[in-house]
């Protein structure tokens, strides 16, 4: 096995890639501007999903990158040897060219020459077809791994498995390597299995590739008995090329697609991890300097404060490539999300006798884990350590006053009965397949999630009652918590459970209840906080998001040209704009920048966006832009009006409206200061 390390795994995927004629792309940034369907990017291909369908892509039709991820959805599971909301993604793209052959041969070399695995470490599952459907079975990609495992020298016997459940009482055979499973593993579309595809979208089997860790890793007690897809920990998936080469038709059933694709994703933590031989990604070159810093601070060893440890490292990970692309935490959406990631990482740090600011030892550590990043994506390196030890400050003044308050709430309770019904249970319930090991989590009543270590927080916080089965506390209670010392609810529901703390049935809808009567009552309340459905969430932020564009332009040409951004948020009920300018707007200025913003809107010009060389974009297409140095080489450029004499036009990532006549009336509600030298405007679409 090489000696390799993931930042060396990373650059080497994209060398082999470019020798096989795959053009290297930037990777998007973990903040999607104007895209309210998620909250970060959290796969590999899902920047790529328009040309996936069919769009064509101005670098052509072989394509490689390396994606950064964060799945916050994964955060409750951080602690174990494999989960993380952070992950990178090492791709590339087929899009109508090469296909199966190619696919795997391509993998399996880069995986046993390049990275050094030991194939005969390596076994594969394919999609056994469905009947139903008409869809058969992927024997070409079963004959293809046999060819392949054949010339390494390994026989590969093939297991008809199915279900998953299946494959817990049957196990692994000898000679075994290529199992084929249901849809529920080895099929891919936007929407899931073969039922849940959505009309009209592709879709097609995929073939996943696991590295084997040894049988001594498997429970068979609580996961049954080995097999690729078991939630066990002897097996874990490290790759998965997906082929697409179907399209769901309107009547439900699926027909062969004219120009079929290749979707590969492979975990750079997961292959590092098999590269070292360890089945613990936290052990891996973007993990072990971070958790040897915290051994260092603490004076505790890993392999006693795994949990914590783990937490740490991976939710400051994820805090810093936010703050690295700019990202502040706050009580809303993005911001709110990395400002949870910062807390419990605070919280568990206090497990470990940290009871003191320590993210200026470990942040540096991290930012160098990551210098080999593209800056078109980490654009404000130099940024985060601030923006991340004043979050740590602001946490840290209300921290302890906020954990005592729980404990005094929770000795109160003794005194007469909780508000509504009945405390809640601690339960198990299994995780998602795809090998990942069971952790505890919410159950449909509402019980908290899982603890997450050893119990070894700073003396100082343990003043309050030991551990008390009888405190039972309500969402009520959690919300004042929040409300008033600014500790998040999760954090509440955590820590009552490390302490033994009860909550009601309900705490959810109590606190969801309660925090909705206090926006209520606040008149400058955000609207939107309870509304539902991304779909008109989507049109009207992107309506906003186009509206950003003309009153960038409108400012311009108004008041000063060189006005430039300064900070954008877009929401489905408002825009928010920063700019730089010395003086607070005139109503007169107001007034001539709200006309002419609703004039061109009355104009209905056509918004159109390509894709060009930074330098044509630039120098010759006069594109207005921020970060020209940060740039990648080739970026998308929107033009709001003729295109040789546009009204707006901009270096923007998308998306936006057609034609501005759709956006409605355009009216400023607010114009402030926002720092120095940095004024704001509030405005709305009517």
């Known amino acids: 096995m090489l000696d390799m390390d993931a930042n060396e795994i990373r650059k080497k995927f994209l060398e082999f890639q470019e020798k096989r004629g795959h053009k290297v792309i930037q990777p998007a940034p973990l903040v ?31 394509l490689t990158d390396v994606q950064p991820s964060l799945r916050m959805q994964d955060i409750d599971d951080v602690g174990d040897p494999r989960h ?7 791709g590339n793209w087929s899009l109508g060219d090469y296909f199966k052959e190619e696919q795997i041969e391509s993998f399996f070399e880069f995986l046993t020459k390049v990275v050094g695995l030991d194939p005969n470490k390596l076994y594969v599952t394919c999609f056994i077809g469905n009947e139903k459907y008409g869809i058969p079975k992927d024997n070409d990609t079963a004959e293809i791994w046999q060819r392949v495992f054949k010339n ?55 073939s996943e590739v696991f590295y084997d860790f040894g049988e001594d890793k498997q429970d068979v007690s609580r996961f049954g008995q080995a097999h690729p897809a078991s939630d066990g920990a002897r097996f874990m998936e490290i790759g998965n090329s997906v082929f697409m080469q179907y399209r769901r038709l309107e009547d439900g059933t699926f027909a062969e697609l004219e120009q079929k694709n290749v979707d590969f994703g492979g975990g750079l933590e997961r292959i590092s991890a098999a590269a070292i031989g360890s089945f613990d990604v936290f052990k891996i070159s973007l993990m072990k300097p971070i958790i040897d810093k915290l051994g260092k601070i603490s004076g505790k060893s890993y392999d006693n404060n795994t949990d914590e440890m783990r937490v740490i490292a991976d939710h ?47 942040v540096p550590v991290v930012a160098d884990i990551y210098a080999d990043l593209p800056d078109s994506i980490l654009t404000q390196r130099e940024k985060a350590l601030e923006i991340m030890l004043h979050e740590e400050k602001t946490f840290r003044q209300t921290l302890n006053k906020g954990l005592r308050e729980l404990k005094k709430m929770a000795l109160s309770s003794h005194s007469g009965p909780r508000p509504a019904g ?27 999630p899982r603890a997450a270590g050893a119990n070894s927080r700073a003396a100082a916080l343990r003043n309050a009652p030991s551990r008390d089965e009888s405190a039972i506390l309500s969402g009520r209670d959690l919300f004042k918590l929040q409300d008033t010392y600014g500790f998040p609810m999760e954090l509440s529901v955590e820590e009552c459970y490390r302490e033994g703390i009860k909550l009601t049935k309900n705490y959810r809808e109590e606190f969801e209840t309660a925090l909705k ?54 929401t489905a009920e ?26 061109w809107i009355k104009a209905d010009l056509p918004v159109v966006f390509d894709e ?75």
């Open 422 to 448: 009945p405390s809640t249970k601690v339960v198990c319930s299994s995780s998602s397949r795809k090998n990942e090991p069971a952790r505890s989590s919410l159950d449909s009543s509402g019980s908290p």
């Open 574 to 599: 408002r825009l928010r704009f920063d700019f730089n300018l010395d003086h607070k707007m005139t109503d007169e200025e107001k007034k001539a920048v709200e006309d002419q913003v609703n004039e």
């Open 84 to 90: 993380t909301t952070v992950f990178e993604m090492l």
């Open 32 to 62: 999607l501007e104007g895209d309210p369907t998620t909250l970060f990017t959290s796969s590999g291909m899902q920047p790529l999903l328009p040309y996936l369908l069919g769009k064509k892509h101005p670098e052509g039709k072989r």
């Open 316 to 362: 400051i990970r994820g805090a810093y490539l936010l703050a690295a692309q700019g990202l502040v935490p706050s009580n809303k959406t993005q911001g709110y999300a990395m400002r949870r990631l910062l807390r419990r990482a605070i919280l568990r740090a206090l497990d470990l006798g940290i009871a003191t600011n320590f993210l200026a030892e470990i």
């Open 517 to 570: 009567e206090q926006r209520e009552r606040s008149q400058t309340a955000s609207k939107g906080m309870f509304k539902g459905g991304l779909e008109d969430h989507g049109e009207q932020t992107v309506k906003y998001h186009t509206a950003t564009h003309l009153l960038l332009a409108a400012l311009q040409k108004l008041v000063s040209p060189d006005i430039m951004q300064r900070g954008s948020n877009t």
């Open 152 to 206: 390494a020298g390994i026989e590969a016997k093939i297991a008809e498995i199915g279900s998953a459940d299946e494959g817990d009482k049957r196990g692994v055979k000898p000679g075994e390597r290529i199992f084929f499973y249901d849809d529920h593993e080895n099929w891919w579309s936007r929407g899931g299995g073969l039922e849940d595809t959505p009309i009209g979208d592709p879709c097609g089997p995929d």
């Open 612 to 686: 060009y060389d930074k330098a044509y974009a630039r120098n010759t297409l006069k594109a207005h832009g921020q970060f020209w140095d940060k740039y990648p080489e080739k970026l998308r450029v929107y033009t709001i009006g003729d295109f040789e004499k546009p009204i707006s036009r901009e270096v923007c990532g998308g998306p936006h409206v057609e034609h501005t006549g759709v956006l409605g009336h355009f009216r400023i509600k607010k114009e402030e200061s926002s720092s120095a030298g940095v004024r704001r405007i509030k405005a709305v679409l009517e």
